[in-house]
C-alpha cells in the first residue's frame, strides 16, 4: 500500500511542477507597473481673473475611467481567503495586456487590486495591488485613485479565474471630481494650492458619509506671482496674478473636455 502511494506521488511531482513552471512563467510576462486611462468628462469655462478664498475649494474638473468593467464572480487568490466582491469596477492598464485594475480604492480597503488574465483566454487568473499607504514627513499618505504610473505588488494566482463585463454608465463613485483650494496665500514661504479629488471612504457611526480628499503635488509660487501647468491634469494651468491676505487672484485654464490622460 504505502509503495504504491510512494508510486502515485512519483507521478503527481511532475505535474505539479509543471503547474508552478506555467504560474512562474505567467508571472514573470504581467508587468511590475499599471496605468489606467482616465478622461475629462466636464471642466468649467475659461474666465477673467477671479479672486479664490483661503481654504474654499474651487471646482475645476470631472474626470472618469476609460473602459470600465465589473466583475462577474468574485476574485479569491489562491493563498487567502478575502475576496474582490462581484460587481467591483476595474478599468484597463495601458501597461501590459489583459491586465485591469480598481479606479479607486474601495472603502476600507489599504490598497487597490489589479488583476491580469495571464494566457489571454479572456479569463482573469492573477492578482496584484498597488499600495496606497506611504510614510512622508512621519505623516500616513494615502493614494485614493489609481493615476500615473504605480508599481505593483508580485502577481499571485487565483484560486479560479473571473470574468468581467463592460459598464453602460459610469457611476458617480468610480468619477474624480477634482477642485483647487488655495492653502496659503502669503509669499513668505510661498503661495500654495491644492488639487484634490474628494473620494467617499464609507460610513460614519451616526451614517453620514466620509469624505477624504486625495491631493496631487502641492502647487508653489515661491514669489507670489507666476504660472504652473496643474498637476496630473492635461493641458490645465494656473496663473497666481496677486494675493491679498487671505484670497488670491488667480487665471485658470481648465484642461479640455474630452482630452485623456
Known sequence: MISRLVGT??????ALAGIAAVSANAQANLPPEVKISWQI???VEPQLAFDIAKNKPYSV????PLGLLAL???AVRAKGSSAIPAGALFAPSII????????GRRPGQDTISCLADSDSDGRFDHSSKVQTRFIEWDSMT????????????PWQPLGSPVTAAPVAEVPATAKMNIELTLTWPKSGRGTRFNLCAMK??????????IMTPFCAPELTFPGGRGQQQLA???GGSLTLVSIGKSSARILLDPPKVGTTY
Do not use: H, M
Open 200 to 209: 467617499n471612504e464609507g460610513k460614519d457611526v451616526w451614517g453620514g458619509n
Open 96 to 103: 501590459g495586456t489583459g491586465v485591469i485594475c480598481e479606479p
Open 72 to 74: 462577474e464572480q468574485p
Open 41 to 43: 468628462v466636464a471642466a
Open 232 to 234: 496630473n491634469l492635461p
Open 142 to 153: 494615502k493614494i485614493g485613485f489609481l493615476v500615473d504610473v504605480n508599481p505593483v505588488s
Open 61 to 64: 474638473a470631472t474626470a472618469q
Open 9 to 14: 506521488a512519483r507521478l503527481l511531482l511532475p
